[in-house]
C-alpha cells in the first residue's frame, strides 16, 4: 500500500508545490529534525494542547493528594469519586475528540480551530472555584469532576485539529517528525508540571511545615492547577487567526469537483429515465487537481464546479455540509479503508489501557520506590516527597523517550516504532508484573523508567502520528477524532478499574492485563501500513479516478 504514492506521478504536483504556504517548504539539504522558523512557530502554536493535556494528566495526582490534607484530613479520597476526577477529563475527551474531528472536516480547520483552547480556559478557570470551604468533601471531588469533563472536551478537541492542522502543512519528508515534535510537549507537560509542583510548594514551606498550617495546600493546588492558563492564553490569538492551509483548500475543491462530477451522473440519470437524450461533457479523468493558487476566491472558478452551484443553490450547498458524514461512511464502507481504521482506534485503546493505568496510578509506583509520599516527619515532608518522585519518573523516561521518536522517525518508519514498541513494552510491563515484590529499589526505578521510554519511543506518539499521516485529508480530523476517542476510551477503564481491580486481585494482575493489551497491540499493528512518504491524498486521487473509469467504461 505504500508504494501506491511512490510509484504514481501526479500531473500538477510541481504546479501545487510551488504554490505551498512557507512552512510547507522543505530544505532538502537538513536532517528532517532541524525545524525552520515558521515550522517552529507551528509547533508552538498547536503544541500548546498536548503540553496542557500531559500537564494536567502528571498534576491531577498530586491535586488528589493534596486533597486528602484539606478536605479528608489526610485519609485516602474515596475511592469511586476518585475514580470520577480523574476519569473526568478523558470522558469529556471522548466528547471533544468526536465533535471536533467531525467539524474539522464539515466547516474547516480554520472555523474551529482555537475554540478548544477557549474550552479549556474556561474549564481551567471554573476548576479553580472549586467552594472547598462551603460544600462537602465529597461535593468538591463531584464539582471538580464535572469541570474536568469539560476540560476534557476541550483538550480533546485538540488531538484532531492540532494533527490536522499539523500535517495539512507539513511537507511528506518531514510530516512525521513534525508530528512526534507535536505530540512531545506531552513530556514537557509532565516535566513542567512536576517543577511547577515543587516550586509552588517550596513557596509554601513556611507557612504549611513551620507555621503548620496544613490547611494553605488548598492554594498550592489552585496555583499549579492556574499556572497552564499562561501558555493557554499566549496561543489563543494565533489559534483563532491561523490561515486555511493549502492542502485543505486543495481538498475541499477536489470534493467540489467529485460531488459536480456525482451530481450530473445523477442527473443524467434521471433524464435518461424520463426519455431525454443528454449529452455531458465528462470530467477529466487525468487532471483532478485545481490549479488555483489556493485562494478562495478561486474556488469556484472550475466550470464543472461552477455548474453544480448554480443546479444546487444555497440548499445545495448546505446538503454538502450534512452529507459529510454519509461521504465519511461511504469511503470506510471499503474493506481497504477499514482496516486501517479499524488499525488505529483498536491499537490506540489496547495502548491507553496501559499507559494511562500506569500514568494516572503513579502513586502505585511511587509506593515502590520509597516516594509516595506516606513517609516524613511532617504532612508538608511528604507531599515534598511526593513531588521529587513525580519529578524522578518524568526525568528518567518520559521526556527522553518522545524525542528518541523525533530523531528517528523518519529513518525507521511509524510501522517499526510502534510494533516493537509494543514489544518493548510489554517485556517491561512482563518484568514489573512477575518480579513486582522482589524487585530492589534501583531494579524497580530501571525497570519503570525504561517501560516510560518505550510508551514513548514507541505506541504512544506512534498511535497519535498514524491517524494523521495515514488517511485523506478529506476524512483525516474526523478519523483522527475516532482514533483518538478509542483511546480515551481505554484511559477511562484504566481510571475506573484500576484501583477496585488492584485491591480485588493484586497489582501484578492488573499489570498482566495491561502486558496482554501491549502484545495485542502489536498484533493489531499489522492491520496498518507504513505511511513514509505516503501522500494519502494522491492514493485518495488514484482510488477515485479509477473509480470514474471503471464507471464510464461500464456506462
Not at 486533597?67 to 470520577?84: A, C, D, K, V, W
Request: charged share 20%; with cysteine.
Amino acid at each position: 500500500m505504500p508504494g501506491m504514492a511512490s510509484h504514481y506521478t501526479d500531473p500538477n504536483e510541481a504546479t501545487r508545490k510551488a504554490k505551498l504556504e512557507e512552512v510547507e517548504q522543505d530544505d532538502s539539504h537538513r536532517p528532517p529534525f532541524i525545524l525552520s522558523y515558521p515550522e517552529v512557530k507551528l509547533l508552538g502554536i498547536a503544541g500548546v494542547g498536548f503540553f496542557l493535556d500531559a500537564y494536567d494528566l502528571f498534576v491531577i495526582n498530586p491535586v488528589a493528594t493534596m486533597l486528602q490534607y484539606r478536605l479528608y484530613g489526610g485519609h485516602s479520597l474515596p475511592s469511586n469519586l476518585e475514580g470520577f476526577m480523574k476519569a473526568g477529563a478523558n470522558i469529556g475527551s471522548v466528547i471533544g475528540q468526536f465533535t471536533f474531528g467531525y467539524l474539522a472536516d464539515a466547516l474547516g480547520r480554520k472555523a474551529v480551530y482555537g475554540k478548544e483552547l477557549m474550552l479549556i480556559i474556561l474549564a481551567t478557570i471554573l476548576c479553580l472555584t472549586t467552594p472547598t470551604g462551603s460544600i462537602s468533601p465529597n461535593g468538591c471531588l463531584i464539582y471538580l469532576g464535572m469541570f474536568r469533563i469539560l476540560l476534557g472536551v476541550g483538550v480533546g478537541g485538540d488531538y484532531p485539529m492540532s494533527a490536522s492542522v499539523t500535517s495539512d502543512r507539513a511537507n511528506l519528508r518531514k510530516r512525521g517528525t513534525m508530528l512526534a515534535y507535536i505530540f512531545s510537549n506531552q513530556g514537557w507537560g509532565s516535566f513542567m508540571g512536576s517543577i511547577v509542583f515543587i516550586i509552588v510548594l517550596e513557596c509554601y514551606r513556611h507557612v504549611m511545615d513551620t507555621k503548620g498550617e496544613v490547611s494553605k495546600v488548598d492554594g498550592v493546588w489552585r496555583i499549579v492547577v492556574g499556572v497552564s492558563l499562561i501558555p493557554a492564553f499566549g496561543t489563543l490569538y494565533q489559534r483563532l487567526h491561523l490561515p486555511e492551509s493549502t492542502r485543505f483548500q486543495e481538498s475541499q475543491r477536489l470534493a467540489e469537483r467529485d460531488d459536480a462530477y456525482y451530481f450530473d451522473e445523477e442527473k443524467k440519470q434521471k433524464a435518461e429515465e424520463a426519455g431525454v437524450t443528454v449529452h455531458e461533457k465528462p470530467v477529466p479523468l487525468g487532471n483532478t487537481r485545481s490549479h488555483s493558487s489556493g485562494s478562495s476566491e478561486n474556488a469556484t472558478n472550475d466550470p464543472t464546479v461552477v455548474g453544480a452551484e448554480e443546479g444546487r443553490g444555497v440548499k445545495g450547498a448546505a446538503a454538502v455540509k450534512k452529507t459529510q458524514f454519509m461521504e465519511f461512511i461511504h469511503y470506510f464502507s471499503e474493506w481497504r479503508h477499514l482496516k486501517i481504521l479499524l488499525g488505529t482506534c483498536i491499537c490506540w485503546f489496547l495502548l491507553d489501557i496501559a499507559f494511562y493505568g500506569i500514568n494516572l496510578n503513579q502513586n502505585v509506583v511511587l509506593q515502590q520506590i520509597g516516594f509516595d509520599g506516606k513517609t516524613g516527619t511532617t504532612d508538608w515532608e511528604k507531599l515534598h516527597r511526593l513531588a521529587v518522585g513525580n519529578l524522578i519518573i518524568t526525568a528518567l523516561g518520559f521526556v527522553p523517550g518522545y524525542y528518541a521518536t523525533v530523531l528517528t522517525i523518519e529513518y525507521l518508519g511509524r510501522w517499526k516504532i510502534q510494533f516493537f514498541g509494543f514489544l518493548m513494552e510489554a517485556l517491561f510491563l512482563g518484568i514489573m508484573a512477575g518480579r513486582f515484590y522482589e524487585l530492589s529499589k534501583p531494579a524497580f526505578i530501571v525497570n519503570f523508567a525504561l517501560l516510560q521510554f518505550f510508551f514513548n519511543f514507541g505506541a504512544n506518539s506512534t498511535t497519535y502520528i498514524y491517524p494523521a499521516e495515514v488517511f485523506p485529508t478529506r476524512f483525516k480530523a474526523f478519523a483522527h477524532g475516532m482514533s483518538a476517542a478509542c483511546g480515551k476510551a481505554g484511559a477511562i477503564i484504566s481510571a475506573l478499574a484500576f484501583n477496585s481491580l488492584s485491591k480485588s486481585i493484586g497489582t501484578p494482575a492488573v499489570l498482566w492485563i495491561f502486558f496482554g493489551c501491549c502484545i495485542a497491540g502489536a498484533v493489531f499493528t499489522c492491520l496498518l501500513p507504513e505511511v513514509k512518504m505516503r501522500d494519502p491524498d494522491v492514493v485518495y486521487e488514484e482510488e477515485e479516478r479509477e473509480k470514474r473509469k471503471l464507471k464510464q467504461q461500464s456506462a
